[in-house]
């Protein structure tokens, strides 16, 4: 990518961020969470429920049926993922990307870490929008596929490749020069 285009992705990469902690934490992350702070109707985060409940009503996204739903074998691994790999990385690459902003830009750590989750990222997306056009159309209709693959997912994998494309070309052009400057010595 060229490099007039950086503070532009800095700041589409800071926004995603910004908006998917919160997600993580309200939606994602939310069956790792004991039960009893948000199942029942006098729980404190009760409300994550009903957010839960709105989702699969509006979306038919089969990975957030409750149990005993059938939930593919690779999602609980991926919502570890998300807990371990995604929530720390999202904290610290909100706050280096909005350090980032200006003539400094990212250090070659932040653009190689960032390159690993953006492609974490898009695999593990790639998976899930591959089960979900397999579901049973007598369960999620065709429509409800177009939204969730084409919309939700698809937009997530394509923001996740963008991400892995473009620091792919930021670590390599690092790597270039220093061995462009190895070669003169």
Known sequence: ???STRPVLDRVYL???LIHIPVMFLVDLV?????SLWVPADAPLHALWHLRQYY???YNDQFFLPPPAEIPSFFPLFAFFELVFHLPI???????LWRAIGPR?????AELLLLVY?????????????????WDPAVVSFEQKTVLVGGLYGGYFALAVLLTADMYSRVLKRVNATDAVKKTQ
């Not at 953006?118 to 397999?134: D, K, W």
């Open 90 to 96: 999202s904290l610290w690459a909100a706050r280096a």
């Open 31 to 35: 069956p790792l969470y004991p039960a």
């Open 105 to 109: 830009g990212l250090s070659g750590a």
């Open 56 to 58: 699969i009503e509006n």
């Open 1 to 3: 990518m060229a490099s």
């Open 118 to 134: 953006g492609l974490q990222t898009a695999i593990t997306t790639l998976t899930c929008m591959y089960e979900a056009a397999l």
């Open 15 to 17: 926004v995603y961020f």
